[in-house]
């Protein structure tokens, strides 16, 4: 909560909050309520110099007044003193119950708030829970670790195959993002991905008091399933170092004609995914795990309450929050994201709306929810973004791994769904009537888009997704019309195979423009405003790979230009117009935070 203190509750503390009395909500009511969504789900302090204590006084002066560095907002106009003491004292009588030398730490404890780019499962023959899914820039936080003494780290992990993989030990303060590497490792494959065995990594200098401690994904695509891990005082071998950690450099940027620098207008907990701006000058955003932020002249006001549960594992989460066009008349807001099925093992995108009253969310209604029988165990290609043009809501769906049923009406994967903006099933829409179609269907053929924008002229929609390696696409969105996944593609499969013949075939419609190599294409946007007027027109196009921003001229839906505005300081999910004129950017690397694009003149 401040430079120095980090909250966290544990899942059986947040499992107690139905037993709360509503007249006087508990300690723990009171963190779940004001604190969880922004420093995550279990309890944690660590100190900003090591063997450095707050005490209670401290704390609660810190939840009362907040702290405008790190962005937390004051609560003291919102919870009674006394049960800003008593929140008080019940951290800071939590804040010993962190592990230490000789514990064994089980996987699945992580903060789910924290950590990115993994899935919850069970061994299929023992049901011992384990950590899945854990690859490149996939990152595992645990809260309150105290590393007094400990000189090595032994994990119980399971690779199935030869692939090389590499992950890094990174310690924090449990507030920013862990910014300290400890060490690195290639891992070892252990003959299957549920035989675990134990394979120790030394540490690269020995620290004293509580940190926040994560596993980061430095190299490949299936690094390790992890069981467990142990806190280990003899030294251990490590691999060097190769993972960098920096913040963005404010360097002033030169590109397209004019110079701009990169300035931070927000920043978040963990990873974010898209952003909005509101007419009274809020911006709301997206965080991965299940949030939803909002914040106001560059302070966070704290997280939405009753939003709705997320998957958050691999690539599904909270995705795209988008206001409706007419917000102001209607207060909609819209949300995608991964639905987590009956039994939490299955998902599939799902889209809702609903207002903000302050800090809560009411009035929820499902707009686009796919029937049961398509949830499915595939983590990855949930798409989504979503854009409205008039009445209409166009809503992009991954084909959730399953290639071939992008070519297929019956499937709700790798299509554009048309809507109106409350759901129903506009008659005009191409497979109307066909009992072989899903009704909701504009355009299929698409792999995953997570790029979706309308044009402020001619109102076309315009959608980007991901190719395989390579073939990245951007397309004119058109009616009934088949965008050729997975029959043709510029790119090629993973395992070097050609998809299909040619990149053309009749009666598929092409990309207007391609990335080949890819670029990791995620959001596009036409630059509308006046800050930049030569980029007026052009199609602004981030990159999640590349980490870059491109700038595409046009003529009519003709590509006359691509030029890389500026690159390498980390991945960009999403890129807005804000109503000042200046572009802004969500980046995610070892910080997640909103920037803008500040012009530098002279």
Partial sequence: MQAGIAVRLGIASLLALGAANADTPSAQADYARFCS????????????????????????????????QRGMPAFGGQIPDARIRALAEWLDTQATNGASLGATIAAETLDQVRSSGFVLMRAAES?????????????????????????????????????????????????????????EQRTKPTGGWETFARHRIGLAEELSGRHELCFYGVEGGGIFNLQSFALRSEPGEQDGFTLQIEE????????????????????APSELWSMAFLPDGSMIVAQKSGQLLVFKEGKRLGHVEGVPTVWNGVQGGLLHVKPHPKYAENK??????????????????????????????????????????????????????????????????????????????????????????????????????????????????????????????????WSAEHGPAGGDEINIVRKGLNYGWPLVSHGRHYDGRAVGDSPYREGIEPPIHHYTPSIGISQIEFYDGDKFPDWRGQLLVASLGQQELHLV??????????????????????????????????????????????????
């Fill in 37 to 68: 969504g922004c420093h995550g789900a279990t309890f944690s302090i660590s100190t900003r110099a090591e063997g450095e204590a707050r005490s209670r006084q401290e704390i609660a002066a810190v939840i009362r007044g907040g702290n405008t």
């Fill in 127 to 183: 049901s011992i829970p384990y950590v899945g899914y854990f690859g490149e820039r996939s990152s595992l936080c645990y809260p309150n670790v105290d590393l007094t003494g400990v000189r090595s780290i032994e994990l119980n992990y399971a690779k199935g195959s030869d692939e090389a993989g590499r992950y890094a030990v990174l310690v924090g303060d449990g507030i920013g993002k862990a910014r300290r590497n400890l060490g």
């Fill in 248 to 267: 963005i450099d404010p360097t002033v940027v030169s590109a397209a004609g004019y110079r701009f620098a990169l300035e931070k207008v927000a920043e």
């Fill in 332 to 461: 909609w807001i819209y949300l995608t994201f991964s639905d987590p099925g009956p039994d939490s093992a299955t998902a599939m995108t799902r889209v809702v709306r609903g207002k903000l009253d302050g800090l809560r969310w009411i009035e929820q209604q499902d707009i686009y929810r796919a029937p049961e029988r398509f949830y499915s165990q595939n983590y990855a290609h949930f798409g989504s973004r979503i854009a409205f043009d008039g009445e209409y809501i166009y809503i992009s769906v991954g084909e959730r791994q399953q290639s071939e049923r992008a070519q297929s009406l019956a499937y709700p994967y790798g299509k554009i769904h048309r809507l109106y903006d409350d759901g129903r099933v506009p008659s005009d829409n191409p497979f109307v009537g066909r009992d072989d179609a899903l009704a909701s269907i504009w355009s299929y053929g698409h792999r995953n888009p997570q790029g979706m924008t309308r044009h402020p002229v001619t109102g076309a929609i």
């Fill in 553 to 602: 001229q046009l003529r009519d839906s003709e590509v006359v230009s691509d030029r890389v505005l500026f690159k390498g300081f980390g991945r960009i999910r999403d890129v807005v117009v804000g109503p000042d004129g200046y572009p802004y950017v969500v980046l995610n690397q070892f910080s997640a935070g909103v920037y803008r694009l500040r012009r530098v003149d002279g």
